[in-house]
């Protein structure tokens, strides 16, 4: 069984997402499936079929959940240091050719997004970038095409 690793602010929002499908939308959607077969024949019944749906969705989303925070590793950011480029890091990028900075933080798949300036550990730029050393110049192959940085900041918070 493979570990996924995360950060204590990920895995605590996994758990919250679970909590919240189990005690909350489950009971939500149980009450709507109710309420559905009330109204008489199963068979030509739009609501009973798209809570039907939704119960699916939902319980196929907890089991999910349920599997990636039993294989979670917890990494706790702020007991790292260095100025090497690992999981958990938050990197500030000169890109070469623009002089353009910009800082991302290497956290683990089910935490990642972009606006929020986290990136996956699986990511084209994660994978470049992870075990360089600050002041290194690194190449990315992005889908705008090959893009030079310069790695001007590593740092744990």
Known sequence: ?????????????????????????????????????????????????????????????????????????IIDVAKLSGDTVKFGATVTLIDEDTEEEKSWQIVGDMEADAKAGRISISSPMA????GKKLGTSVEVVTPKGARSYEIADVRFA
């Open 1 to 73: 069984m493979e570990k996924i690793p995360m950060t204590a602010g990920g895995h605590a929002a996994l758990e919250s997402e679970l909590k919240q499908r189990q005690q909350v939308d489950r009971q939500r959607i149980i009450a709507a499936i109710s309420e559905a077969r009330a109204h008489g024949d199963l068979s030509e019944n739009a609501e009973y079929h798209a809570a039907k749906e939704q119960q699916a969705l939902n319980e196929g989303r907890i089991a999910d959940l349920e599997d990636k925070l039993s294989r979670a590793e």
């Open 127 to 130: 994978r470049a970038l992870i």
